[in-house]
């Protein structure tokens, strides 16, 4: 898997958010339900010029949503998993929508054998909703 730190411009996400804890880590429900409903929002995906998501991204912030790290030793903030589309797209009922700063962020490339592993309905829904 390959990593990167990267300059990038505003971002906006719609995903399904929640807020995390030591005790309660809710990264992969978010996912889960994200994965389930992603009907919702494939047709506000932001493409690349292949027609491909342009990314699909787990974004985290500190409590105060001031997009710093996660506190309480990095175990405690908001997670957003979610696509990126166009800043004007608005979420639908049940989502939400950030709006990251341009700013250096880490980059992990995976390969696409594994996203779908991790993310079947995405793939299944985007082949049938974003063609």
Known sequence: MKTVIKDLPEIAIIGKEGFCTAEK?????????AN???????PLAKKKSDGTLAGVWGAMSDETMSF???????????????IEVECDKDAPE?????????????????QRKTTRKLFPKWFDNLSQKCN
């Open 94 to 110: 049940g989502w939400k929508k950030w709006i990251l700063p341009a700013r250096k962020y880490l980059i992990v490339d995976v």
């Open 68 to 82: 710093l790290p996660w506190t309480n030793n990095f175990s405690c903030g908001y997670y957003l998993a979610g």
């Open 25 to 33: 880590n809710i990264v992969q429900e978010l996912w889960a339900d």
């Open 36 to 42: 389930a409903h992603f009907g919702e929002v494939a």
